[in-house]
C-alpha cells in the first residue's frame, strides 16, 4: 500500500507506542489529519513541552515541573509518614486513596528474570531521606510479586538499621473480587491477616 | 491526583484520541517521557508534518502529499475502471487487495441516523470525472450497511445515466468465516451468488 510519506510517518511514529498496532495507528493517524491545525499543534507541542519540563523531583522522585514537586512542598502532608514506591505511576494511584504521607519513588528497575542485581539498587538517597530525620514510619509499597517481595525485605533490613518502623501494604482479598476465584496466596494471607469484625 | 500541569496537558491531549481512555492516556504520556528526547520530538514533528502536508487528491480524494497523487499518476493503472469509496481508510484496504483500477474517493459523510439528506451529496465532480471519458466500469465499494447501500442505488442510478458499467464489491461468505454463525441476510447473499465450482 502506499500512503503519502508524511502520513505514513506519522504512523510509523504512531507504531512505536506500547499497545498500540498497525490498525490502531492508521486510525490515530487519521484522526489527527482530520483534527483542526490548532488541535493537531496542541498535541504535538503537548509532547514536545512534557518532556522538556517535566523531571523526576530530586527529593522524592516523583514527576514535577517545579522543584521541589508539589507533594514535597504540600504543607499539609504527615512528615512522619514516607511511602516507597517502585514508579511515580504507583505514587499516581496511592495519591488516590488520598494518602497523606511523603514518598521516595526508587525510579530503578529491579528484575531477577532480567539478572538485575539487588546489590545496584541505589539506597544512598533513601538512607540520606530517613537520616534526615522526622519520619517515624516508612511504608513499603511495592508491587506484590517477587521481584517487590525480594526488594522489600531488602529495603527494610536497610531501613530497620535506621531506628524507624517499616510497615508493608496488607494482602488480601481485592474490594469487589470473588472468594471462589481468589488464588490460594492471596487467600491463605486475607486469612492470616483477618480482622475483628 | 496532582500532577505536573505538562504531564496533565500531555494526558489530556492524548485523552482526546479515539478509543483512548485515562489508563491509556496515562501509559502513553508515561511512555513520552520515558522517550529520549530525540525520538519525542520525532513523534510531535511528525503530527505537525502530517496535518501540513497531507491533503485530498483533487483529482480522487485520496490522501497525498504531492498533486495529483502517487495513484492518479502511476500509468500501470487500468484507466478504464473507476472504483468509487465512502473515505481514504477504504482506498488503503482495497489497495492492500492489488486492485488495479483509478479511485474516487467521496469523503463525505452520509447517515441516515444522522439526518444526512442524499440530495446533499455532491455527486458533481463525479459525474465530471466520468464524463471525461475512458471509464467503462464504476465499482462501487461502499460500505454493506443501509446507508451504503441508499447511497449505492443513488450513485449507481446517476452513473448509469452517463452509459457507463456499473458494478458492486459482491456480499457472500467471509473467508475463514463459519457458515453456522453467519447472519441470515449474508447466508442468503451467498447462496443467490453462489458460482460454478
Redesign the interface.
Known sequence: ???????Q??I???L????IGPK?A????????R?P?E????????????????FPCPTCGY????NP???CTDQRRDNTLLCIAEE??DV?AI??TGFNGRYFVLNQDFNLLKGNDIDDIDVKSLQERIANGGIKEVVLALNPDIDGEVLSRYLASIIAKQGVKVTRLAHGLPVGGDIEFTDEITLKKAIEGRKEF
Open positions: 500500500m502506499r500512503l503519502a510519506q508524511p502520513l510517518a506519522l510509523d511514529q504512531l512505536k507506542l506500547p499497545s490502531s492508521q486510525r490515530l493517524a487519521m484522526f489527527i489529519l483534527l491545525d488541535e493537531a499543534r496542541q498535541l504535538a507541542i503537548s509532547i514536545i513541552d512534557a518532556k522538556k519540563k517535566v514527576l514535577t515541573d517545579v514537586c508539589m507533594i511515580v505511576t499516581m495519591e488516590r
